[in-house]
Nanobody, 120 residues
């Protein structure tokens, strides 16, 4: 069974930084795209950043130049370095992996979510 576990959320002042991590465990054959999404109260879940297996990245316009996504394929881990945080970045952040498991069909898996709050 495949599981995604996130860490690194918390409370930070505007202008501060946080680093989120998400690691996949279980019987995994391959991990393709890794991504981070976020959902603020009363809003839909939106893509923040994604990274392909070869390292190609894409970002939401609202975080370009402030957030950096990276991955460590050997550790089945994706990171999101968030700098110059703003109150509007406050949300629950979810990781999402496109995984081909050892048993079963290739599909998207979600983490449980980690709260990021930007406030003075």
């Amino acid at each position: 069974q495949v599981q995604l576990v996130e860490s690194g959320g918390g409370l930070v002042q505007p202008g501060g930084s946080l680093r989120l991590s998400c690691v996949a465990s279980g019987s995994i054959a391959n991990i393709y795209t890794m991504g981070w999404y976020r959902q603020a109260p009363g809003k839909q879940r939106d893509l923040v950043a994604g990274i392909s297996r070869l390292g190609t990245t894409n970002y939401a316009d609202s975080v370009k130049g402030r957030f950096t996504i990276s991955r460590d394929n050997a550790k089945n881990t994706v990171y999101l370095q968030m700098n110059s945080l703003k109150p509007e970045d406050t949300a629950v952040y979810y990781c999402n992996f496109d995984i081909n498991p050892m048993i079963g069909l290739r599909r998207a898996y979600w983490g449980q979510g980690t709260q990021v709050t930007v406030s003075s």
